[in-house]
């Protein structure tokens, strides 16, 4: 079945940097979202880019797809404390949504 | 005002129980989930419902039974508990393919 993977699965950067996470997939997909998850908490969702899309922002967050290479980049610029967290992509074939394994960011202050 | 919400947050069980969470969305959403998180945080899709029939039946052992009294509430039944149950569950809503809405998860532990 398809799934997302997740690279790096661990990030360690200090405030201030940017933080780049990359999710690579298998089939074909309506869209793909990204979630994140602090500790002990449910997901929240960040943001979701169509398949017809290539570049997405929202705030400090920039999402690249690449549907020929089935890739596609999160980075969060100028990183505080506070992103830290689990950062999950989620390829979407409707109904189904199927969750990478998550990159762990530790933004150290 | 909490959009999905799930009862129990921690339940801690004897192997052999039978146990229920439960999962209500106040956002109109037609369509709701059961994943299950295990320890290296993977996240997998259980069920999921749409106005209160069953779309998505994924690989579950028949112990666990989800059931859908209306499309607000989907509740998650498990029978004879194991120890390889022990998880986190969290219960998501959406409308059509779009966001979805994850509660606060409900960790389970099976001793």
């Known amino acids: 079945s398809q799934q997302g993977e997740e690279d790096p699965q661990a990030l360690s950067i200090q405030e201030g940097e940017n933080a780049t996470m990359n999710c690579s997939y298998k089939?074909?997909?309506?869209?793909l979202q990204w979630y994140r998850q602090n500790s002990g908490r449910g997901l929240v969702h960040l943001i979701l880019?169509?398949?017809?899309?290539r570049e997405k922002h929202s705030g400090r967050l920039r999402v690249t797809l690449d549907t020929s290479k089935k890739s596609s980049s999160l980075l969060i610029t100028a990183s505080r404390a506070a992103d830290t967290a689990s950062y999950f992509c989620?390829?979407?074939?409707?109904?189904?949504?199927?969750f990478g394994e998550g990159t762990q960011l530790t933004v150290n202050p | 005002d909490t959009a999905v919400s799930q009862t129990p947050k921690y339940l801690v069980t004897q192997m052999g129980n039978d146990k229920s969470i439960k999962c209500e969305q106040n956002?109109?959403?037609?369509?709701m989930y059961w994943y299950k998180q295990d320890s290296k945080k993977f996240l997998k899709i259980m069920f999921s419902?749409?106005?209160?029939?069953?779309?998505i039946n994924e690989t579950v052992p028949n112990r666990f039974s989800p059931k859908s009294p209306d499309k607000a509430h989907l509740n998650l039944h498990i029978n004879s508990l194991e120890l390889g149950d022990s998880a986190v569950y969290f219960c998501?809503?959406?409308?059509?393919?779009?966001?979805?809405?994850f509660g606060p998860g409900t960790r389970l532990t099976v001793l």
């Open positions: 998501a809503s959406s409308q059509e393919a779009s966001e979805q809405f």
């Open positions: 089939t074909s997909i309506n869209n």
């Open positions: 880019i169509r398949s017809n899309e």
């Open positions: 989620a390829t979407d074939r409707s109904p189904r949504l199927t």
């Open positions: 956002l109109g959403h037609d369509t």
């Open positions: 419902y749409n106005n209160k029939e069953l779309i």
